[in-house]
Protein backbone atom coordinates (compact mmCIF):
# COMPACT_ATOMS: atom_id res chain seq x y z
CA UNK A 1 0.00 0.00 0.00
CA UNK A 2 1.45 3.27 -1.30
CA UNK A 3 0.95 5.74 1.29
CA UNK A 4 2.49 9.55 0.69
CA UNK A 5 2.71 12.06 4.09
CA UNK A 6 3.15 15.28 3.65
CA UNK A 7 4.76 17.91 6.04
CA UNK A 8 6.38 20.96 6.50
CA UNK A 9 3.47 23.64 5.36
CA UNK A 10 2.76 26.66 7.47
CA UNK A 11 3.00 30.44 6.98
CA UNK A 12 5.64 32.43 6.12
CA UNK A 13 6.18 36.33 4.92
CA UNK A 14 6.26 37.11 1.25
CA UNK A 15 9.71 36.54 0.31
CA UNK A 16 10.74 33.56 2.60
CA UNK A 17 11.58 30.52 1.51
CA UNK A 18 9.68 27.01 2.70
CA UNK A 19 10.73 23.31 2.25
CA UNK A 20 8.31 20.78 1.77
CA UNK A 21 8.42 17.06 2.82
CA UNK A 22 6.64 13.82 1.57
CA UNK A 23 7.39 10.66 3.27
CA UNK A 24 6.95 7.67 1.03
CA UNK A 25 6.59 4.16 2.05
CA UNK A 26 5.39 0.93 0.28
CA UNK A 27 6.98 1.23 -3.02
CA UNK A 28 10.55 1.37 -4.53
CA UNK A 29 11.13 4.92 -5.75
CA UNK A 30 12.80 3.58 -9.06
CA UNK A 31 9.14 2.29 -10.51
CA UNK A 32 7.38 5.92 -10.05
CA UNK A 33 7.23 9.23 -10.80
CA UNK A 34 7.06 11.66 -8.12
CA UNK A 35 5.50 15.29 -8.29
CA UNK A 36 4.00 18.02 -6.32
CA UNK A 37 0.77 19.71 -6.86
CA UNK A 38 -0.74 22.39 -5.39
CA UNK A 39 -4.34 23.42 -4.84
CA UNK A 40 -5.37 27.64 -4.85
CA UNK A 41 -8.94 27.91 -4.06
CA UNK A 42 -11.22 28.58 -7.70
CA UNK A 43 -8.49 26.63 -9.37
CA UNK A 44 -7.85 23.41 -10.49
CA UNK A 45 -5.43 21.21 -8.82
CA UNK A 46 -1.90 22.44 -10.66
CA UNK A 47 1.27 20.36 -11.14
CA UNK A 48 4.70 22.62 -9.60
CA UNK A 49 7.31 20.17 -9.78
CA UNK A 50 8.20 16.61 -11.10
CA UNK A 51 10.83 14.25 -10.22
CA UNK A 52 11.40 11.03 -12.29
CA UNK A 53 14.48 8.49 -11.75
CA UNK A 54 15.43 5.97 -13.92
CA UNK A 55 17.74 2.95 -14.26
CA UNK A 56 20.66 5.49 -15.49
CA UNK A 57 19.03 8.61 -15.45
CA UNK A 58 17.25 11.66 -13.09
CA UNK A 59 14.95 13.98 -14.96
CA UNK A 60 13.08 17.03 -12.81
CA UNK A 61 10.64 19.43 -14.60
CA UNK A 62 8.81 22.44 -13.54
CA UNK A 63 6.13 24.48 -14.94
CA UNK A 64 6.79 28.27 -16.09
CA UNK A 65 5.89 30.02 -12.97
CA UNK A 66 8.09 27.58 -10.39
CA UNK A 67 11.50 27.32 -12.79
CA UNK A 68 13.82 29.43 -11.12
CA UNK A 69 12.08 29.31 -7.61
CA UNK A 70 10.72 25.92 -6.86
CA UNK A 71 13.45 23.09 -6.39
CA UNK A 72 12.12 19.13 -5.95
CA UNK A 73 14.58 16.06 -4.57
CA UNK A 74 14.59 13.00 -4.00
CA UNK A 75 16.40 11.24 -0.50
CA UNK A 76 15.93 7.47 -1.71
CA UNK A 77 17.83 6.76 1.79
CA UNK A 78 15.13 8.22 3.54
CA UNK A 79 12.36 7.79 1.09
CA UNK A 80 11.05 11.01 1.15
CA UNK A 81 10.31 13.97 -1.37
CA UNK A 82 11.34 17.31 -0.69
CA UNK A 83 9.81 20.47 -2.18
CA UNK A 84 12.36 23.65 -1.88
CA UNK A 85 10.06 26.73 -2.58
CA UNK A 86 11.87 30.44 -2.71
CA UNK A 87 10.49 33.66 -2.97
CA UNK A 88 7.42 32.95 -2.06
CA UNK A 89 4.75 35.57 -2.91
CA UNK A 90 0.81 35.06 -1.65
CA UNK A 91 -0.30 33.98 -4.86
CA UNK A 92 1.54 30.82 -4.05
CA UNK A 93 -0.91 30.45 -0.92
CA UNK A 94 -2.64 26.90 -1.32
CA UNK A 95 -2.73 23.36 -0.12
CA UNK A 96 0.17 21.79 -1.72
CA UNK A 97 0.22 17.63 -1.98
CA UNK A 98 2.62 15.11 -3.15
CA UNK A 99 1.57 12.58 -5.33
CA UNK A 100 3.04 9.28 -7.51
CA UNK A 101 2.04 7.27 -10.61
CA UNK A 102 3.76 4.19 -12.19
CA UNK A 103 6.02 5.13 -15.32
CA UNK A 104 7.95 2.89 -17.79
CA UNK A 105 9.93 6.10 -18.29
CA UNK A 106 9.91 9.89 -18.87
CA UNK A 107 7.05 10.92 -19.94
CA UNK A 108 6.93 14.63 -19.30
CA UNK A 109 5.35 16.81 -16.48
CA UNK A 110 1.52 15.42 -16.81
CA UNK A 111 -1.44 16.48 -15.00
CA UNK A 112 -3.73 15.69 -12.00
CA UNK A 113 -5.75 12.69 -13.92
CA UNK A 114 -2.05 10.86 -15.02
CA UNK A 115 -1.19 10.46 -10.79
CA UNK A 116 -3.17 7.81 -8.93
CA UNK A 117 -1.59 7.88 -5.24
CA UNK A 118 -2.23 11.08 -3.24
CA UNK A 119 -1.48 12.70 0.43
CA UNK A 120 -3.45 14.67 2.34
CA UNK A 121 -1.91 18.08 1.63
CA UNK A 122 -0.26 20.84 3.95
CA UNK A 123 -1.01 24.15 3.80
CA UNK A 124 1.15 26.96 2.84
CA UNK A 125 0.42 30.31 3.16
CA UNK A 126 2.46 33.23 1.97
CA UNK A 127 1.18 37.10 3.65
CA UNK A 128 2.21 40.33 2.20
Known amino acids: QVQLVESGGGSVQAGESLRLSCAVS????????MAWFRKIPGKPREIVAT??????????DYPAFAKGRFSVSQDNTKSALYLRMNRLQPEDTAMYYC???????????????????WGQGTQVTVLS
Open 51 to 60: IYFGPTMETT
Open 99 to 117: AARVVQGWVGLGSEDDFFY
Open 26 to 33: GYTFRRYQ
